[in-house]
């Protein structure tokens, strides 16, 4: 398994999640890391991105309230979410691309907000 994410569960309206995401070594070059989700019914969004540089860009939905980031000498990525909604309920995916383009998506992790 090249992408492992963990940290999803079922939580109440407000509260908050810690998702995780580890890269294995076979992936090289790893450059922007990402959070995709994806609603039943609905296409796969993207969420959240933090670059090589640390730079951070979020889908307005969730602005102000979640925050990806990560650690490189882990090879981690991580997507805190506070002030949880019930429209954040999805499954959430973890996506690296790296300097040669290559994408690798891991399994989603199911986030579910009751309300």
């Known amino acids: 398994v090249q992408l492992q994410a963990s940290g999803g569960g079922l939580v109440q309206a407000g509260g908050s999640l810690r998702l995780s995401c580890a890269a294995s070594r076979s992936i090289f070059g790893i450059n922007t890391m990402n959070w995709y989700r994806q609603a039943p019914g609905k296409q796969r969004e993207l969420v959240a991105s933090?670059?090589?540089?640390?730079?951070?860009t979020y889908v307005d939905s969730v602005k102000g309230r979640f925050t990806i980031s990560r650690d490189n000498a882990k090879r981690m990525v991580y997507l805190q979410m506070n002030s949880l909604k019930p429209e954040d309920t999805a499954i959430y995916y973890c996506?690296?691309?790296?300097?040669?383009?290559?994408?690798?998506w891991g399994r989603g992790t199911q986030v579910t907000v009751s309300s």
């Open positions: 996506n690296i691309q790296n300097w040669a383009g290559l994408d690798y």
């Open positions: 933090i670059t090589s540089a640390g730079s951070t």
